[in-house]
């Protein structure tokens, strides 16, 4: 890997290490709750896999025709006008990387406080010390430490050691992320293991059942529609981090080359995570227990169900890496939006498109940062998913839609009609997503469409800013 370059593995690494975060240690716990049917949730999450698929090889798509770092801002651009891509880029500032960086350390603090509790054995009902420490929220309490100031921490860290340089923060990222896909792969086998050898006992002292009692039996239950529209959602913000690649393709080795199989394998290999370590969830717990609080913890829990008390304690902390991954690869990804914006618009401030000696973009990075721990220190995890879902999901709409401006001569008729289906079954979609989050979730989605109109104002601002300016000098 050159000095300002990131090879395929590097590449890889930061699509896993942006999607593969806090979503997939959380998510299932709001979806168990709303939804309620193991069966229903574990083939919605497939569903989701098979519509990033769709939208990972349009903006592949999107990738030939425009390849600059940058992802939806450029293309947005390139298909709409300044406008839009200015709002897309502002929604990947408030929504995509601040809100998902803010998420993720904050469920870093809730499985952190889980495992140091559980390895002091402390409980909150009997230890009158540790209440006076103790957030009263009836859904995300915790027992030790605060899970807001252990994020805002873990992201002033994550950004100073990112702010050193390009090469750098690849190693860092590949090692992390490594690190990472090997727990998931031990936490699977373990979980699984487990599971498999509790349905095949034949010794009725030991057999629990897992599987027969939590999976089988709970998905008989009847599931709400709206609740199944909502939940993809949810879902769908686990997914995201699947064009991460498209946000650094300048910075990556033969982008013509590496970039295709660098989003296709690693969105594969997500989903096939994503699904099998939501069989070992819903085995292990019943739906009932998975939703019930503290909800953000819920891989915790179903290890604690699966593998004891001491095991659970360990794959916490080994939990806490991963979400550090995933916080890693964004602080890293994000600056590269802003980057480009203050490149292509005099809206931004020129400040944001500069870079120290090693090629990062600090103060673009710092920005992101700052706004993530303000966020940190206002939101729960729940809130800033639903807070954040419906703008990316926007914006991921309105990129897909620009690659129908786009044609490749040399296509065959077989593949454009492919890459249209493609990029039909996403739009189609994420339109109902949209439509449905907005009926059944109406106050959040409008509070989220009045701080993405603030970016319009921020827009038109500038121009009559510059006006003042020009007549006063006049």
């Known amino acids: ?19 593969v975060g806090s979503g997939i240690f959380t998510t299932t716990g709001f979806l168990a709750r709303d939804v309620g049917n193991p069966l229903v949730i574990l083939m919605m999450w497939v569903t989701a896999g098979v519509v990033v698929l769709c939208g990972v090889l349009t903006y592949y798509r999107l990738h030939l025709k425009w390849p600059e770092s940058g992802g939806e801002f450029v293309y947005i651009t390139k298909g709409f006008g300044p406008l839009a891509g200015f709002l897309s880029g502002w929604a990947s500032f408030v929504f995509g990387f601040g809100a998902a960086i803010a998420a993720s350390a904050i469920s870093f603090g809730y499985f952190f406080d889980s495992a140091v509790s559980s390895f002091i054995q402390l409980d909150i009902a009997t230890d009158p ?7 009263k929220r009836e859904s995300e309490s915790f027992k030790v430490v605060n899970p807001s100031y252990l994020a805002v921490g873990l ?29 998931i792969l031990t936490l699977f086998l373990f979980g699984m293991s487990e599971i498999y050898q509790d349905y095949t006992s034949t010794d009725t002292t030991t057999h629990v059942g897992y599987f027969e009692k939590n999976f089988v039996q709970g998905s008989s239950s009847s599931v709400s529609f709206s609740d199944i529209a909502v939940g993809m959602v949810f879902i769908m913000y686990a997914y995201s981090g699947w064009n991460a690649a498209n946000y650094i393709s300048e910075e990556i080795e033969n982008p013509k080359k590496n970039m295709l199989t660098a989003m296709v394998v690693s969105t594969l290999s997500i989903v096939v995570l994503y699904v099998f370590l939501n069989i070992v969830y819903l085995s292990a717990l019943p739906v009932s227990e998975l939703a019930a609080a503290p909800i953000v913890p819920v891989a915790e829990k179903a290890l604690r169900a699966l593998l004891g008390e001491g095991v659970s304690i360990a794959f916490c902390a080994m939990l806490c890496v991963s979400i550090v991954s995933s916080i890693s690869a964004m602080v890293w990804v994000g600056p590269r939006v802003y980057l480009k914006m ?10 944001l498109a500069s870079k120290n000696n090693q090629g990062v973009p600090v103060n673009a990075m710092w920005a992101q940062t700052v706004w993530a721990v303000l966020l940190c220190l206002s939101g729960t995890v729940e809130n800033i998913l639903l807070f954040s879902g419906l703008p990316l999901l926007l914006f991921s709409l309105l990129a897909v839609c620009s690659s129908f401006q786009i044609t490749f001569p040399d296509d065959s008729l077989f593949k ?13 979609c994420v339109l109902f997503s949209i439509f449905i989050v907005f009926k059944e979730k109406p106050l959040i989605s409008i509070i989220s469409i009045l701080v993405l109109s603030l970016g319009a104002l921020v827009y038109f601002f500038s121009d009559f800013r ?8 006049n």
């Open 129 to 135: 010390a540790i209440q006076l420490l103790s957030d």
């Open 342 to 351: 203050a490149q292509y618009s005099s809206k931004v401030p020129k400040r």
């Open 416 to 428: 454009f009609l492919f890459y249209r289906a493609c990029s039909l079954i996403f739009i189609v």
């Open 1 to 19: 890997m050159s000095g300002k370059k990131v090879g395929l593995l590097a590449a890889i690494s930061v699509i896993v290490g942006n999607a």
């Open 466 to 473: 510059a006006l003042i300016y020009r007549n006063y000098n």
């Open 155 to 183: 992201v002033l860290l994550v950004t100073y050691c990112h702010s050193k340089s390009v090469s750098l923060s690849g190693q860092f990222q590949f090692f992390l992320t490594l690190l990472k896909v090997v727990f």
